[in-house]
């Protein structure tokens, strides 16, 4: 009954843009902290953002400051994911995750117990 559907990957362009939203059914995201992860071939799975459910706090993986912004729109019960000036690492498979137990905004995948969506898959061309 709790589920998150990704959904806004694509094909872009190295420096090009993409949103990718976080829509929510069977619940309420507005008591949920909310993480966006990506899976590049390879490699493990890595924490990118977060948004809290309370102030807006947000936090960012280093190497995505700058280009990411992640949102919260509660009337809709949906995450964004702005992508900005995207570049070959950021290619992978992108999920969101939601967690209803912390008062913190983690970027550790092991942190998110609740509910995990099943990725949209974002590639970069030169």
């Known amino acids: 009954q709790l589920q998150l559907v990704e959904s806004g990957g694509g094909l872009v362009q190295s420096g090009g843009s993409l949103r990718l939203s976080c829509a929510a059914s069977?619940?309420?995201?507005?008591?949920?902290?909310v993480g966006w992860f990506r899976q590049a071939p390879g490699k493990e799975r890595e924490g990118v953002s977060c948004?809290?459910?309370?102030?807006?706090?947000?936090v960012y993986l280093d190497s995505v400051k700058g280009r990411f912004t992640v949102s919260r729109d509660d009337a809709k019960n949906t995450v964004y994911l702005q992508i900005d000036r995207l570049s070959f690492e950021d290619a992978g498979v992108y999920y969101c995750a939601a967690e209803s137990t912390m008062g913190d905004c983690p970027l550790s995948r092991e942190r998110y117990l609740e509910v995990w969506g099943l990725g949209t898959l974002v590639r970069v061309s030169s």
């Open positions: 948004i809290d459910n309370d102030r807006g706090t947000t």
């Open positions: 069977g619940f309420s995201l507005d008591d949920y902290v």
